[in-house]
C-alpha cells in the first residue's frame, strides 16, 4: 500500500501553455483539454488524492510571461510541506547554450533567457522547496533535460527502460517524468483531445479504478503506450522513496470513454497517415492511431466557438474544365506515362476501375512514397478532386496525402486516411511559418475546426484547395475545413504521398482530378 498525501499540506500547479505571439511556436489547442482532465483526476472527490480549491491546485492557463509562473509555483511550494505536484505543458525552447527553456506566451524562442521559464531555475526552486515530496511532471520538447542526461534508449523493452531508470543525483523525494530525453521534440496527434504523452499519462492514471495508481506505476503504462504508438519515449528518475505516492485512490471512474481508449486518430493516425510527419514519420503526413485492440475516440467536433465558415464553390466537377493546367479523370488501365512520374513503390498508387487507387495490403507497408507529375505547365489557383475511402479493415501509422508546393520552402498539405471509431480523417495543414518540413509537423498549423461533420467510410467527399483573398482555403463539399494564415504565395507544383507501417489494410480512392 502507498502513501497518500496530505491533501491540507500538498498542492497542485498545473501550467498550460498552448498560446503563443511568436510565429515560430503553433498554438498548441490539446494543451488546455488535456490539463483540464488531469485537473479532473487528481482532484476528483471520490478518487482524487489532492484537494480540488484554489488554494491548493493553481492553474495556469496560458501564462504571458514568466513571472506568472515563478509567482504561481511559490503560491503552491508556500501551500505545500507534504507534497509538491508541478505539471508544464507547452513548448520546450533551447537557448544558445543548450539549456531548456519553458515557453509562455511572450516567449521568443531565438532568444528565449528573459521572456520564458528558465528551467534551471525551477528545478533549483522545486528541489529546495519545504515539502516532502516534490512531483515535477513535463510535456514538451527536449524535456529529458529535466534529467541531467540521456536515459534508457527507445529500442530497449519497458522492463529494460525501467529497470534502466536515471540514477542522477536528485535531491531526496523528488520524482521527474518527462515526455522526451533532451534532444527530442515531443508530439501531438491531430484530431485527439490532448497532447500523446499527456493522453497516455492520464489513461495510466485512470486504468485501474479499483485499485491504487502509485507515481511508479505512471512511466511503465506511459513507456508502453508511446512505444506502441511509435511516439518519443517518456524519462523519469526518482529519489529515494518517492514513487510509492498514491495519485489516484479507489473509485468510480467518472472520466468518460476518452480516457480509458487509446487513442488512434488518423495517422499520426491521420496524419501520420496524413503524409507530413506526423510523430514518427520523417516524411509527409501520417496518421498516429494506437496499435492495440481498443478501439479509438470519436473524430473531434467542431468547437461551438469557431463556427465553420461556409464558401461557395462551383459544382459539379469535371476533369473537362478549361484552362485547367493539370487535369486527369484516372479512367484508362494504367497510370499515363505522359502525365505522371513513375512512383518508387508502384502498388502504393494503382490506376484501377477508373480510380487512382492509394492503398497498402498487411506485408507490404509503404516507405513515405509519392505520385508526382511530370510537370505543371503554369501557376495555378485552384485543387480540385474527390476522395472516397472504402472500409478498411487495418489502420495504423499510415495515410495518404496531397501537397501543393512540396519542394518550395512553405509546402501545404492536406492529409488523408483511418479515422477514429472506423471513421474516415480530412485534416488540412497549412505553412504559416517562413518555411515548413515536410519531416517536422510541428512546422505546421492544425485548424481547431477541421472534420466539420463525420466522413463514413464509402462516403465521396468533394475536395477543394484554393488560393483566394490572400489565403489557402480547405474545402470539403463546399464547407471550409481550415485555411492558412498568411498569403502562400504562387501556386506552382503538388504530389499525392502515402506511408504505412507493414500490418496495414486500407484504400483511399481519388477521381476527377482538376488543377486550374
Excluded at 437 to 458: H, Q, S
Excluded at 484 to 500: H, I, Q, R, V
Aim: overall charge negative; glycine content about 8%; some cysteine.
Amino acid at each position: 500500500m502507498g502513501r497518500r498525501p496530505d491533501r491540507e499540506r500538498s498542492c497542485l500547479l498545473l501550467v498550460g501553455a498552448g498560446r503563443f505571439r511568436s510565429p515560430l511556436l503553433p498554438d498548441i489547442a490539446a494543451i488546455d483539454p488535456g490539463v483540464e482532465e488531469l485537473r479532473k483526476i487528481l482532484t476528483n472527490p471520490r478518487s482524487g488524492v489532492f484537494a480540488g480549491d484554489r488554494e491548493h491546485c493553481i492553474y495556469v492557463r496560458n501564462p504571458h510571461t514568466q513571472r506568472e509562473v515563478f509567482d504561481s509555483f511559490f503560491t503552491a511550494a508556500a501551500q505545500a510541506d507534504d507534497v509538491l505536484l508541478v505539471y508544464y505543458g507547452g513548448h520546450g525552447v533551447l537557448d544558445r547554450d543548450g539549456h531548456l527553456h519553458l515557453a509562455v506566451e511572450e516567449s521568443d524562442p531565438q532568444q528565449p533567457i528573459g521572456n520564458s521559464v528558465e528551467f534551471e531555475k525551477l528545478k533549483h526552486a522545486m528541489e529546495t522547496s519545504p515539502a516532502r515530496l516534490r512531483v515535477l511532471i513535463l510535456d514538451c520538447c527536449y524535456s529529458g533535460q529535466a534529467l541531467g542526461r540521456q536515459s534508457s534508449d527507445a529500442d530497449d523493452d519497458v522492463e529494460t527502460a525501467v529497470a534502466q531508470v536515471i540514477d542522477d543525483e536528485i535531491a531526496e523525494g523528488m520524482f521527474v517524468l518527462t515526455s522526451s530525453d533532451r534532444q527530442t521534440k515531443s508530439r501531438f496527434v491531430p484530431g485527439e483531445r490532448t497532447t500523446a504523452f499527456t493522453g497516455a499519462l492520464l489513461r495510466a492514471l485512470a486504468a485501474r479504478p479499483d485499485s491504487e495508481v502509485l507515481l511508479r506505476d505512471l512511466y511503465p503504462s506511459v513507456a508502453a503506450e508511446l512505444r506502441r504508438r511509435r511516439m518519443p519515449p517518456p524519462q523519469t528518475t526518482a529519489g529515494n522513496s518517492s514513487g510509492s505516492l498514491v495519485v489516484r485512490q479507489p473509485g468510480d471512474n467518472d472520466q468518460g470513454p476518452e480516457l480509458v481508449k487509446p487513442v488512434v486518430t488518423r495517422r499520426r493516425t491521420v496524419i501520420a497517415a496524413l503524409g507530413v510527419a506526423a510523430a514518427v514519420t520523417a516524411t509527409g503526413i501520417g496518421l498516429a492511431t494506437s496499435a492495440g485492440p481498443t478501439p479509438p475516440p470519436p473524430l473531434p467536433s467542431v468547437p461551438a466557438s469557431s463556427p465553420t465558415p461556409v464558401v461557395e464553390t462551383a459544382s459539379p466537377r469535371s476533369p473537362a474544365v478549361a484552362n485547367a493546367v493539370f487535369a486527369d479523370d484516372f479512367s484508362g488501365p494504367a497510370l499515363d506515362k505522359n502525365r505522371w512520374k513513375p512512383p518508387s513503390q508502384p502498388d502504393a498508387f494503382r490506376q484501377e476501375d477508373g480510380h487512382l487507387d492509394i492503398s497498402t495490403r498487411p506485408g507490404e507497408g509503404i516507405d513515405y512514397t509519392k505520385l508526382e507529375p511530370i510537370a505543371v505547365p503554369g501557376e495555378f489557383t485552384d485543387v480540385r478532386f474527390r476522395l472516397t475511402m472504402p472500409s478498411y479493415s487495418q489502420a495504423g501509422q499510415g495515410g495518404a496525402s496531397f501537397v501543393v508546393n512540396p519542394t518550395s520552402a512553405r509546402p501545404h498539405v492536406l492529409g488523408f486516411g483511418p479515422g477514429a471509431d472506423g471513421g474516415v480523417a480530412v485534416v488540412p495543414l497549412p505553412c504559416d511559418r517562413a518555411s515548413c518540413r515536410l519531416a517536422v509537423y510541428e512546422d505546421f498549423t492544425y485548424p481547431d475546426y477541421a472534420n466539420p461533420r463525420p466522413i463514413k467510410p464509402g462516403e465521396t467527399v468533394d475536395i477543394e484547395i484554393v488560393r483566394k483573398d490572400g489565403k489557402l482555403l480547405y474545402l470539403a463539399d463546399s464547407v471550409q475545413i481550415g485555411a492558412s494564415k498568411e498569403d502562400p504565395g504562387s501556386l506552382t507544383g503538388f504530389w499525392f504521398a502515402a506511408s504505412a507501417g507493414a500490418d496495414e489494410s486500407w484504400d483511399v480512392l481519388i477521381d476527377d482530378l482538376v488543377i486550374q
